[in-house]
């Protein structure tokens, strides 16, 4: 059973998607559909040539629309719960490194590692089951999934820290809010 929080951001992020594709397509939000490949990655079912990413985070409920595939994700910094205890888990052992490094900063950096790590495998279309260890993040900024490297930008954004990738070489062009 969804909370009401999580209840909300999903009906507010369906109906947003749906208002942005009739936007772009000049159609009326109801005839758009959404549906939901093998992997889970929900897709417009019936508009052509644009694709989306959506990332929830609390009531903060964001998406990113492109014609190429993307991954997508968000998170509020500030969150409790023992990070270094996550990042030792499920993280790669220079990634750990890195943020015991960091010091005070180590709860900033896991953050990025970690929305870079879901905007990955949410690009894979598999999602954050796929294995955080099947994304390589190093030192100098590469990113790779299974070796295979991948495009990745980072960002904050109304209290909100993030991380878009993608196979291509892409730029955001812009940010609204719905």
């Given at each position: 059973m969804?909370?009401v929080?999580?209840r909300?951001?999903f009906i507010r992020?369906?109906?947003g998607?749906r ?8 159609c ?5 559909g959404i549906?939901?490949a ?8 019936d ?8 990332s929830h985070?609390?009531d ?9 595939e993307?991954?997508?994700d ?6 409790g ?21 960091a010091?005070s900063?180590g709860?900033?950096?896991f ?5 870079a790590k879901e905007a990955v495998l949410k ?8 294995g955080?260890?099947?994304?390589g993040i190093d030192g ?6 299974d070796?295979r490297p991948?495009y ?8 909100l ?6 196979f291509?070489?892409?730029?955001v ?6």
């Open positions: 969804l909370s929080e999580a909300s951001a992020g369906r109906s998607l208002l942005a594709a009739s936007y772009y397509r000049a009326e939000p109801g005839g758009i549906g939901i093998d992997g889970g990655k929900p897709h417009f079912s508009v052509g040539g644009l694709l989306f990413n959506l985070s609390g903060h409920v964001m998406a990113v629309f492109s014609g190429d993307m991954g997508f968000i998170e509020r910094p500030g969150g719960g023992d990070f270094m205890a996550v990042a030792r888990r499920f993280f790669r052992e220079d990634e750990v490194a890195s943020i015991e490094r010091g900063g709860r900033d950096l953050l990025r590692i970690w929305t690009l894979s279309g598999c999602g954050i089951s796929g955080l260890d099947r994304v100098l900024g590469r990113v790779t999934l070796n991948v990745l930008r980072h960002f904050s954004l109304g209290g820290v993030g991380a878009v990738a993608s291509s070489p892409f730029e062009k812009g940010w609204f809010e719905l």
